[in-house]
């Protein structure tokens, strides 16, 4: 039950902890530590604008128009449709 605590707890901490990651910071161009959907876009080619926009809407799990740390993390983890990766 104990192991089950610390990977809960392990999980919640890594939840709250920004991304870390050299892409992160190279899209989050104000340094707030958020990604925008503006931002979000700029890792795309023109012609994938509206893949960008369909894919910052699945990622913004809490609907408040930021990628934060943990979000940009599940996609940059997971990801979704590789095809819509912009690296």
């Known amino acids: 039950m104990r192991v089950i605590a610390v990977i809960t707890l392990l999980a919640l901490v890594a939840c709250a902890t920004p991304a870390?990651?050299?892409?992160?910071?190279?899209a989050d161009t104000?340094?707030?530590?958020?990604?925008s959907n503006q931002e979000f876009k700029k890792l795309f080619k023109s012609s994938d604008q509206d893949k960008a926009?369909?894919?910052?809407?699945?990622?913004?799990?809490n609907r408040d128009g930021l990628l934060t740390g943990p979000e940009y993390d599940l996609w940059d983890t997971i990801g979704s449709d590789d095809?819509?990766?912009p690296f």
Do not use: H, L, M, W
């Open 20 to 26: 870390k990651k050299p892409a992160f910071d190279a």
């Open 83 to 85: 095809s819509q990766r």
């Open 30 to 35: 104000n340094n707030d530590g958020k990604i």
């Open 53 to 61: 926009d369909a894919q910052f809407n699945r990622q913004d799990t």
